[in-house]
């Protein structure tokens, strides 16, 4: 076992390293009070091992090669690091106390288990332990705020909201306090202009200087333990029936065995659900680790997921979705045939995660208010970032009081919403994106530890509307599995319902119209693949309003809608907003409706029955 290691009266050290000599520094606080080395001889491949026989009590540790210390890669608590953006003593070295070790297994804990919640029954919510509730606004106590603690406090409006899973941006120890960068001029390779501001942060935590087994000490409430605390925020969020996913950055150079040990950790010593995989890593090989089996993982692509079990717990986690469903969006032409193979799931092997937005890029509400990033405050000369973002302003760039683009906001943000909620795969949401959540037009907050990042709580009660809707789109979602169902839809008749499982329309019933000018499409879902009610789903992504002649409903049914973007509240809190009697539905410009097949009372020698809908098929 590599890092240390307590046997008897003797600490046995083993670390990683290609030095030709390697030394032990033992710390009293920020002295260093003795330097061991290494012994040659117990020297195995790269593997280095330092028996100490003698109490060590009360010291800290690093190690030393080729005069530069650095920390223990397998440590699971260090010193130094209480305070987020500030070094200690001066100094970017982590020390790991003496003792240190995984957390004790209290039977209480030992009960904890993997929720295991399904791919297609799952709705993720993305945030940042900080900045979840650093804000004021949050009303979380100064002791609590960005911590994780802090987000047990906010369990009850996790709940309401409706989500079964947590994403943590990274959650372990990594150095915040970023080193100045350079530009490399390749022709005498000698250092240019600072390309980075001195003293920056950086707020995300993807970075090489991480140490990736411990909890990270300043995401820790006031007095408290960052093994503990993180594991009280495990156990309780599984109490409540909410997943755990942590982020986990690795660079090319990482070794695999570590990675491999990194992942197994967090399993077996924090009980996380799962880990989304960022930057270069094994991932056919860790899919194949036995520890991990049954371990959520996330990666940007699987390539050749492995058959059995495992592809059951893997997912695809990249932009795809949002890039594209933000052209369809806006309204880009010849996007309709690319809405039609989102909607109908994916069939690479593996689960898929989607979002129309995420920490990483815009917010959702600056999607449809800015065409281009402002991140000037990155210092960066606003050269940082995607120029590609596939917004639009609405007709007006950034913060606006014309009432017009503030309407028309509004509802392309319920349209987004709906384009993420009803399709097939695994929606996440980013936080805070359900109440308006703006970074003014920054794209790559990544050095923005401030009201640039944190969450603005007061947004909430200021956009209660979007919240109702989003809090209500969940709902609906979950109860209507045709919307969320585990293999992707085929459009054929394959169970004889005579109806496929998901038939597309254009303005004219069972005819799609695809030319490359068309912006609308009506997507109808048989109920009876699904053992739901059926729906006919109608996308207006022009400028124009549109009249769709809806497919005749099944047998003794009809249409109602329950869902239209172009209303403020959007869906109904009884049921139904309006009937179609006639058969034509109008959709206005940039709008869309969700109608459902409801069940009509069929009298039968003095009874009243309602029919069991999906089980007959449906006619032009």
């Not at 690795?250 to 930057?279: K, M, N, Q």
Request: hydrophobic residues 35%.
């Amino acid at each position: 076992m590599l890092g240390l290691e307590k046997s008897g009266d003797s600490y046995i050290f083993r670390v990683v390293s290609d030095a030709e000599e390697l030394f032990l520094n033992l710390y009293r606080g920020a002295r260093r009070i003795r330097q061991l080395r290494f012994p040659p001889e117990e020297r195995i491949g790269d593997v280095w091992t330092l028996r100490v026989s003698e109490k060590l009590t009360g010291l800290s540790y690093a190690y030393e090669a080729d005069g530069r210390a650095f920390s223990d890669p397998n440590g699971f608590a260090f010193t130094g690091r209480r305070h987020f953006g500030r070094l200690r003593d001066g100094t970017r070295l982590l020390r790991t106390p003496i003792g240190a070790s995984p957390p004790e297994e209290t039977e209480e804990w030992q009960r904890d288990r993997a929720l295991q919640t399904p791919y297609e029954d799952s709705i993720i919510y993305r945030i940042h332990v900080r900045g979840f509730t650093q804000d004021r606004s949050s009303g979380v106590g100064q002791g609590k705020r960005g911590s994780f603690a802090g987000i047990l406090e906010k369990l009850p409006y996790l709940r309401e909201l409706g989500v079964t899973a947590l994403e943590l941006l990274p959650p372990y120890e990594f150095n915040e306090v970023m080193l100045p960068h350079f530009a490399e001029e390749p022709a005498e390779g000698e250092r240019q202009a600072l390309l980075r501001p001195t003293g920056q942060i950086n707020y995300w935590g993807f970075t090489e200087d991480a140490l990736r087994i411990a909890p990270k000490a300043s995401y820790v409430s006031a007095g408290g333990s960052p093994q503990e605390e993180f594991r009280t925020l495990v156990q309780t969020l599984h109490r409540n029936g909410i997943e755990l996913i942590v982020d986990l950055y690795f660079t090319e150079d990482t070794l695999p065995s570590y990675i491999h040990t990194v992942l197994r950790c967090w399993r077996t010593a924090y009980h996380v659900d799962g880990v989304h995989l960022i930057g270069s890593a094994p991932y056919a090989e860790l899919a194949r680790d036995p520890y991990l089996r049954r371990f959520k993982l996330w990666a940007d692509r699987w390539d050749s997921p492995p058959d059995g079990q495992s592809r059951h717990f893997l997912a695809e986690y990249n932009d795809g979705f949002q890039n594209e469903m933000r052209r369809v969006l806006k309204g880009d032409e010849n996007m309709l045939p690319t809405l039609m193979g989102r909607l109908r799931g994916c069939t690479a092997g593996a689960a898929a995660i989607r979002y129309m937005a995420n920490e990483e890029g815009f917010t959702l509400w600056d999607l449809l208010s800015y065409d281009r990033k402002h991140n000037e405050k990155n210092g960066e000369g606003n050269r940082d970032g995607t120029d590609y973002n596939f917004s639009w302003n609405c007709g007006e760039e950034g913060r606006s009081r014309r009432k017009s683009v503030k309407l028309l906001r509004r509802k392309m943000l319920r349209n987004a919403l709906l384009l993420l909620f009803l399709s097939q795969g695994t929606p996440l949401l980013n936080a805070g994106d359900e109440f308006g959540r703006t970074k003014n037009g920054n794209n790559n907050s990544y050095c923005q530890d401030n009201g640039t990042s944190w969450l603005n709580w007061r947004l909430l009660e200021k956009n209660r509307e979007l919240f109702e809707f989003t809090k209500a789109l969940i709902r609906f979602r979950k109860a209507h599995r045709v919307f969320h169902q585990r293999e992707p839809l085929r459009g054929l008749d394959y169970r004889s319902r005579g109806i496929p499982d998901i038939s597309f329309h254009g303005e004219n019933a069972w005819r799609v119209d695809l030319e490359h000018y068309r912006r609308e499409l009506g997507v109808m879902y048989a109920g009876g693949y699904a053992e739901d009610e059926s729906f006919l789903v109608l996308y207006n992504f022009h400028w124009e309003d549109h009249s769709f002649r809806l497919p005749h409903p099944l047998p003794e049914t009809r249409w109602r809608v329950v869902i239209d973007t172009e209303e403020e509240r959007g869906i109904s809190s009884d049921g139904a907003l309006r009937e179609i009697t006639d058969g034509v539905c109008v959709v206005r410009a940039r709008s869309i409706v969700v109608i459902q097949a409801v069940s009509e009372p069929v009298q039968r020698k003095g009874r009243t029955r309602r029919r069991k809908q999906g089980n007959t098929g449906g006619r032009v």
